[in-house]
């Protein structure tokens, strides 16, 4: 085997930290200035297409249709309640049958969407269409009747009228008030869909119904010229319901307790100690690595502070960081105890440290609120774990992590195999985008690395962005060797595709240097790129192919591993809905129709072998991260994956997408289940997977994400 030539991708020049020698790249004056505004915006995604735009695109039309519907009841209404001219009679015959073959639609639509997942037409067929089938059943045969009945000169066309006159109205207050009753819901349906969700319970049915006969109820008032009590009796009852479920819905989002209260108890450590002992409990803070676990301690300190870096290209960052962006490597050999101090200097919300991907015991996870509280200025933390998974990891604070990543505190963890990697060199390149400036490998602008021709590389890509990127590797063939820090058996080499990392995943590229040298490129600017070759070729001026498409990891590789019978089913249902978070209302991203911490979590036993459901009803991208775990994914809308064993810490489910992963309950704790668009998370999208009988002394309200 070859010896392992270990290189920091940042820089060649290099500081040593900490007693065993963690590394910080050294800043570079740069070739020009850029200025950088202060926006910590993640920018625009370079993964665009919808890859199951068929569910997507139903979801739209299907709340089109349902819109048209209501809009030709309403206008159905409108024209019933003017005076009869010679077309209104075939206008109104017109609007009616407009409706119903729009009622028609409906159901085809949603019969379609079901069987690509219940989740997507679960409150279309069993209630908005149901509902309007009824109301527009009773307008419609309300309507006939009135006309064959009228045609006889039987019928007064309003009860004020006297027969014999001229009608004021093409039809009576009982029709139009059945019109409004359908356009009513027909809305009612639309607001089903677009704020109740998935699932749609029988409270809110019962209220939507309610409202829906309030406002028929209403609309007859108005039309018969009731006295204005009555009038004021009908508006004042659907003003009380709207008001009531408005207040509901306000009181269930910041007077319940949420989910994780369930495993919360106080914070007298010792009495609770000693009842959760005889109870057969434990608290998240017993689940930690034990003091005198074996191996050889690398000790590693990393205090947070705000720091002006200056980048490669000379541009000066205001960052908060680890000391250097991103923030020092930790890199260790399997067997070896991972010890690191962290303090916060003048990070003023407080930080932590969570260990992204490596499934380290609960108490080690470093998310403030479920097992910590946040570390702040002046105060720290200690972490420790054993290296025993190799692979490409990365940590990050778990405190305000929307802007703390952002802004820098975050760097890679390495877990080398004991015998070290069989490839010569070994770059890391870390993706982020600091303000809008990306940066490659540590640097904003083009660098090179040399590397003599016929040495195989490993290139270990982490995303740390917000959203999913899309790299190429343009010169030679390449495979990939490892995800999420799981390798990947059996993988062929490939030339010219792009691979697709999801914000907070991990890839590593394995690729065999020629003389020409390789190129790595990102689709998200080309104001940087990493070349790779031997000294004297010219990678940066290799030509990137665009042509070829994203590889598939569900079918790439060879399978060695036989999925165990599966015990329970959970899902997720992910959607964007008005909803209040921390009191304030949102266009929120939920869960099952909640945002955080009022989803209901997963409970597990130890042992227990779930099989997890993702959909994914909204029009963003969710890369769903479970903490403490990798999951086993068994396959994307519906299709099994058929490549090697996939394990992932971080999947990307895209919109209309559903996804079927595995998941072995092995790692007792409460751990967070989130989206790792941060900004989603942060706006609701974030749960917890809690394990019988485990409890955490902290408050879930000190959660910022
Ligand atoms: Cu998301």
Redesign the pocket.
């Known amino acids: 085997m070859a010896s392992t030539a270990s290189r920091s991708s940042e820089s060649a020049e290099r500081s040593s930290r900490g007693p065993s020698g963690s590394i910080a790249p050294a800043a570079r004056r740069g070739r020009w200035w850029t200025c950088l505004p202060r926006s910590w915006a993640p920018g625009r995604s370079d993964v665009t297409a919808p890859p199951d735009p068929v569910s997507t695109s139903l979801l739209l039309l299907d709340l089109v249709v349902a819109a048209g519907t209501a809009a030709a009841w309403a206008a159905a209404a409108v024209l019933g309640a003017r005076s009869p001219g010679p077309t209104t009679g075939r206008s109104s015959t017109l609007l009616l049958g407009a409706a119903m073959v729009l009622l028609v639609g409906q159901g085809a639509i949603a019969g379609i969407l079901a069987t690509r997942g219940w989740p997507f037409a679960q409150e279309k067929l069993a209630f908005a269409i149901p509902l309007q089938l009824l109301t527009a059943g009773l307008a419609v045969t309300w309507a006939v009747r009135e006309r064959r009945l009228g045609s006889r000169g039987l019928l007064p066309t309003t009860s004020d009228d006297p027969p014999a006159s001229a009608p004021s109205r093409s039809f009576g207050s009982r029709t139009i008030a059945a019109f409004v009753t359908a356009a009513a819901a027909a809305v009612a349906g639309l607001v089903a869909r677009t704020v109740v969700g998935f699932p749609l319970e029988p409270a809110p049915a019962v209220v939507l119904c309610l409202l829906v006969a309030c406002a028929g109820v209403l609309a007859y008032a108005v039309l018969e010229r009731r006295p204005a009590r009555e009038r004021t009796g009908a508006a004042a009852m659907l003003g009380l319901i709207a008001i009531a479920s408005l207040g509901g819905a306000w009181l269930s989002d910041v007077a319940s307790p949420g989910a994780l209260v369930d495993h919360a108890h106080g914070t007298a450590p010792a009495a609770v100690r000693a009842a959760d002992a005889s109870a057969g409990r434990v608290s998240v803070d017993e689940l930690r690595t034990p003091a005198d676990a074996p191996g050889v301690v690398r000790h590693f300190d990393l205090t947070a502070r705000q720091k002006t870096i200056t980048s490669a290209s000379g541009a000066a960052v205001d960052a908060w960081t680890f000391g250097s962006l991103p923030g020092p490597e930790i890199r260790v050999r399997v067997g070896e105890i991972v010890d690191v101090t962290l303090r916060n200097r003048d990070i003023t919300d407080g930080v932590t440290l969570h260990w992204h991907g490596y499934d380290v015991p609960n108490g080690e996870d470093g998310v403030a609120g479920a097992t910590q509280d946040p570390v702040m200025p002046g105060e720290s933390f200690d972490y420790r774990f054993v290296a025993d998974e190799p692979g490409t990891y990365w940590y990050h604070t778990h405190q305000g992590s929307l802007e703390g990543i952002a802004r820098g505190l975050f760097g890679a963890l390495i877990v080398l195999p004991y015998d070290g990697v069989p490839e010569d060199v070994d770059i890391l390149v870390p993706l982020h985008t600091f303000a809008s400036s990306v940066w490659l490998g540590g640097s904003d602008i083009p660098r090179t690395e040399d590397v003599a021709s016929g040495e195989s590389v490993r290139l270990r890509l982490i995303n740390t962005d917000q959203l999913p990127r899309r790299l190429r590797l343009t010169g030679a063939d390449f495979r990939i060797a490892a995800v999420d820090g799981r390798d990947l058996t059996g993988g062929s080499s490939v030339r010219d595709e792009a691979v697709r990392i999801p914000a907070g995943g991990r890839m590593d590229l394995v690729v065999t240097i020629p003389d020409g040298g390789v190129l790595l490129t990102t689709d998200s600017t080309t104001r940087v790129a990493l070349g790779i070759g031997p000294r004297g070729s010219t990678p940066l001026d290799l030509s990137v192919q665009k042509a070829g498409g994203d590889l598939d990891l569900l079918a790439y590789g060879t399978r060695e591993f036989d999925v165990p019978a599966v015990l329970r089913d959970e899902s997720m249902v992910l959607d964007q809905l008005p909803r209040f978070v921390n009191g304030a209302p949102l266009n929120a ?1 939920t869960v099952n129709g909640s945002v955080f911490p009022h989803i209901e979590s997963i409970e597990v036993s130890e042992g227990d072998v779930i099989r997890l459901t993702v959909v994914n009803r909204s029009r ?1 991208t ?2 769903m991260h479970i903490h403490g775990h990798h999951v086993l994914v068994l396959s994307r809308n519906g299709i099994a994956a058929t490549g090697a064993t996939l394990w992932l810490d971080t999947f990307d489910v895209q919109p209309g997408e559903t996804w079927q992963v595995m998941l072995i309950a092995d790692n007792p704790g409460i751990w967070m289940d989130h ?1 790792h ?1 941060l900004e ?1 998370a942060a706006q609701g ?1 974030m749960m917890a997977l809690a394990y019988d009988g485990v409890t955490t002394p902290y408050e879930h309200t000190r959660i910022t994400g």
């Open positions: 991203y963003d969710h890369p989206c668009n989603h999208m």
